[in-house]
């Protein structure tokens, strides 16, 4: 049994729902795999569902990550770094980031 088939994900504009369906084997594969530690030895048999808003592209509306992503994310990250990238969808951040070095071919080549 592999642990794909103890959890389900669905996903809408407003929020993304992960069931897990732990099997007395899987639940301590669970716990080991789960990233964050959010999973923890309160599953029992039980399905549980954990239910997370999205967070919407400040450019283009889409919803991309959860709250809770980004916000883990954001904790990993240095101080140093800015953050406002984490309010942008992938589409948006590789759009800004053609921008930005088409941008800068251009002055390289205005400096010749």
């Keep these: 049994m592999a642990i794909s088939s103890s959890i389900s994900i669905s ?7 992960i069931t897990f369906h732990p099997q007395e084997d899987m639940t301590d594969r669970l716990i080991e795999t789960c990233p964050t530690g959010a999973i923890s030895s309160a599953l029992t048999t039980e399905s549980i569902t954990l239910a997370f808003r999205m967070k919407r592209c400040s450019i283009c509306g889409e919803p991309f990550a959860t709250e809770r992503e980004i916000e883990h994310v954001a904790a990993l990250m240095p101080a140093r770094f800015q953050k406002s990238w ?7 951040r590789r759009d800004g ?16």
């Design 86 to 92: 984490l309010d942008l969808c992938p589409n948006c």
């Design 97 to 112: 980031q053609r921008r930005s070095h088409a941008r800068q071919c251009i002055l390289v080549r205005g400096r010749r």
């Design 11 to 17: 996903e809408d504009a407003e929020m993304r729902s």
